[in-house]
């Protein structure tokens, strides 16, 4: 059976989708906003998982859409769930299971129980999260056991999360985008499988 996993290149879905491999005929599938952005570093953190990789494109008017909320709203939460939302409904459509990277002590994006309940139950598939047991500091322990990660500061990490592109086009619109972003969001990006000795 075949899972589609949203992939960021980073080390939160990059261990999600270790461990769902185990399980599932695996496919990796990053969102972008432009149908043209080239996305080589999270090829490349693909590669090192040695999993098939698609680019995938939200619907059109999305980010304009998310933007307007995070304006109004004064914070990205809402609307970064949202964008996580539609990432999950469109894969749906194609996987019977869908792989999600949220981890226990995540705030954004996380779905609610309510909110997993109705989209297993609409779109009859599955919603698989594995790391909602475990906090941040496992994560940074199983992933550095298994991947070579790179950090930064959001922006500076060249990988598939939604927020690169969202700050990009605040930018673009002469908007600041830390009036809305926190500042100082470490981002991740795996670069390679790590060494075992």
Known sequence: MKAGILFSGGKDS???????????E??????????????PSVEKAAEALGLPLIKRVF?????????EMMVNDGFPNSAINLVHR??????SGEYD?????TRLNDRV???????VQSIEARYQCALVRPLLGYGRREVNHLAGKYFTVEYGETGTIENGDYENEIR?????????PYEIFPS???QSLVTGKALRS
């Open 26 to 39: 695996a496919e990796l599938n990053t969102f972008v906003f432009d149908g043209d952005r080239k996305i």
């Open 97 to 101: 299971v869908i792989g999600d990277g």
């Open 14 to 24: 990059s261990l999600a989708a270790l461990m769902i491999s185990r399980d599932y």
């Open 109 to 115: 994006p996380m779905l609610d129980y309510a909110e």
């Open 86 to 91: 539609s990432a999950i409904c469109s894969l």
């Open 59 to 67: 619907d059109e008017g999305l980010l304009e859409k998310v933007m």
């Open 168 to 176: 990009t086009a605040f930018s673009v619109q002469g908007l600041d």
């Open 184 to 186: 100082h969001h470490e």
